[in-house]
């Protein structure tokens, strides 16, 4: 079974700062592609980051970045130099390509308060 | 682009009455899924399309849910009869399956009284 675990329900974080928000996966794929998304207050889904299980790199995408260990199926995110619209809920998901599965499971999510 | 459009953004309806949302993929993607997210179950998929042909409904919680699309641009989920254990931001996402990453519409508050 296909399962992503985020075990920090809240994080604080001093402006400037840089922080790292936990996740770990579990499949029995070996193609899969890990995600993080980014839900404000006011409600929508922001896409920040993708890694693909055969990336040798760690993605970046300005002040984010994976931490991805493949074998020990953790895909971190780094934000680094916190601001104070950083503060959010932060959910981690995965994707498998083979099978039949398709869909992107989420997981419980991290709300991060950033402070100044 | 436009993004994914869902619409309503809100809706407020009384108990018993069908509810429906609306949502307008990104023109190209060729999957299309709908989730609905609360505080106690966080993000819940209920059913995704992949060319408008329904892959995986395992999601959607019982017989009052329904969900259609009747071509590439275009897919409603309808509630019949609504609940108040209903209410919940429900969200419409599409893909292309090239890269895989989902683009989600801006949510429906449904809110059952």
């Known amino acids: 079974a296909q399962k992503i675990t985020q075990t920090q329900p809240g994080m604080f974080v001093q402006e400037k700062e840089a922080v790292t928000l936990d996740c770990t996966y579990d499949t029995s794929d070996q193609s899969y592609g890990l995600f993080w998304y980014k839900q404000p207050s006011s409600g929508e889904m922001i896409f920040l980051i993708y890694?693909?299980?055969?990336?040798?790199q760690n993605a970046t995408e300005g002040r984010y970045s994976l931490n991805f260990q493949k074998a020990r199926k953790s895909a971190n995110l780094v934000i680094s130099a916190s601001q104070l619209g950083d503060s959010a809920m932060y959910f981690c998901a995965m994707r498998s390509y083979g099978g039949a599965t398709n869909k992107l499971i989420f997981g419980t999510g991290t709300l991060l308060a950033v402070q100044p | 682009d436009a993004g994914v459009i869902q619409s309503p953004r809100h809706e407020v309806t009384e108990m018993g009455q069908e509810v429906t949302l609306r949502c307008k993929p990104i023109s190209g993607h060729d999957y299309l899924f709908w989730y609905r997210q609360t505080m106690m179950r966080g993000l819940e998929l209920l059913i995704y399309?992949?060319?408008?042909?329904?892959?995986?409904d395992s999601g959607m919680p019982e017989d009052r849910f329904s969900a259609k699309m009747p071509n590439a641009s275009f897919s409603t989920l309808k509630i019949q009869p609504s609940e108040p254990r209903d209410s919940a931001v429900y969200f419409c996402a599409s893909s292309s399956p090239g890269w895989g990453g989902y683009t989600f519409g801006s949510g429906t508050r449904l809110t059952v009284v």
């Open positions: 890694q693909g299980s055969y990336d040798e």
């Open positions: 399309f992949n060319n408008n042909v329904p892959i995986d």
